[in-house]
């Protein structure tokens, strides 16, 4: 995923204003509204650029050693950008250029539109703003620092995910499972504060809460956001509820207990985001022993796309006190791009790899000669696109060919079961970010209802996983998500539509082949010069559809992900 500071700069980058910029406010009527329009966006990225590295570069070193003089730092910087956020002055100049229809220039209001929407979230009392940022940083602390404990035993998210994967212990499983829930009760109530503060800013600049505020200056309509899960949830709901049979009927069989007695624990995965290993094909096996970090490295550099000085200035392997996730950032928009992974040699952790590193591309070829503020992508689901369509190939049999030099046979014989592992692992999770996206609605529209029933009726109804008998705890909480990167899950599944849409476009219409789901693009610079030139490079420089649509002849939809994963081979 995109780091939680990218997240954020991407909401309040235009912001990040001191004193001078104003000045442009004052303008006379009668004066120049282009180049007053120029002038306050050449002062904005005069002073942006060393405030965007300063703090980019302590939030980097807080994910890493955890500790609590770096994330003071983090927050300390917040507060100071705070200060100047609710600079009226400066967002009064920006809504009178745009209330005139713009400066009929197509970057410089494209300039505007980002700056204003960005800005607007900002006008609010300034203490909420800093009180939302030590809020952020507390809960983010205690995530990153805490450890699942059983039996006196520290276990990393890494040993955890192992051994809800490989045990058939049910006691250990349940022990373990339990024991990744208890950060939820950590900080359950401090989400639901900081959910309230959020709101708090939304209503203040006249939106019903943070949910809706949050997609619509990310430039998305909550109605069309809305239909559009309602019909992703019409297009998976009987596959997967076909599918969701074979994983209880191999994990029945698995933990030799009925089906019906099957719990949470029993799905391989805190959340069950991810596929169980129902299939016989072991992907692991494929992986075990591999330099990973080697692997992405030579697959880049085979489209024409150099990552060996993003790999150098990335963390990318376990150490104490550090974040146990994955993510990219982008720390000052001038190409110092880096990675962070806790890299072990299997499977996950090559999609893991290879999909981090799909967001890192993206930042490092975005078009430096774009102004600074458009130097991001066209939206935060668009580079997930990118990372999701580099991701998936680690469960592609001619990948493995390419990259690992499986024989034909191998790869003829792995094929269709690799396919079929990635549509389940596309089927799962797009029933769990039906949880998510609801969720997250429900929390803002009404953060003080029964939260603990709202998630599990939730996980019940479209992950069609039953809720242990008895439990009523703020397991909800455990999911950083909700705390750290609030309003965004969705976009992980718009990023699906759209890998699938690009992969479409890539297959039929650059290599000119038909079987979507059999490309790996390796040694394909063609591939990689259309990512660059249509995608990529671009930035935001247009609005994300429009992005899409000249990129791919149409604007989103969700035709390809169906053809490729619903209604399978």
Sequence with gaps: MKNKKNIFLMTLLSAILVTGITSCGGKKEGGDMKTDLQTFIKKFEDTIRPLTKEYSLAAWNAEISGKEEDYNKVEELGIKYTKVFTNKEDFEFLKKVKDAGGVKDSLLDRELDVLFNAYQSNQVDEKLLNDIIGMETAISQKFNTYRVVVEGDSLTDNEV?????????????????????????????????????RNEVAKSLGFNNYHEMSLKLSEQDPAEIEDLFNELDDLTRDSYAQLKGEIDSFLSARFKIPVTELKPWHYQNRFFQEAPKIYSLNLDKYYKGKDLVKLTVDYYASLGMDITDIVKNSDLFEKEGKNQHAFCTDIDNEGDVRVLCNVTDNSKWMNTMLHEFGHAVYDKYISRDLPFVLREPAH????EAIAMIFGRMASNAQWMQDMLGISDEEKAKIKDEAYKYTRLEQLVF???????????????????????????????????????????NPDWASKIHIATSPCYYHNYHLGELLASQLNHYIVTKIMKQEDVN????????????????????????????????????EKLTAKYYAEQFVNGK
């Design 161 to 197: 995910e192992t051994t809800l994967v490989e045990s058939t212990d049910s006691k250990l499983l349940e022990n373990v499972w339990c024991g990744s829930k208890k950060i939820g009760e950590n900080v359950s109530a401090d989400i639901i504060a900081l959910v309230k503060k």
């Design 380 to 383: 935060t689901f668009t580079t």
């Design 430 to 472: 797009s029933r769990w970010s039906q949880v998510m996206y609801r969720f997250e609605k429900g929390l803002y529209e009404n953060p003080d209802q029964d939260l603990n029933k709202l998630w599990w009726d939730l996980v019940e109804k479209y992950q069609l996983v039953k809720k242990p008998e008895g439990r009523n």
């Design 518 to 553: 059999g490309a790996s693009y390796f040694n394909n610079k063609e591939v990689g010069k259309y990512l660059i030139d249509k995608v990529l490079s671009v930035g935001s420089k247009y609005n994300w559809n429009q992005m899409i649509e000249m990129a791919t002849g």
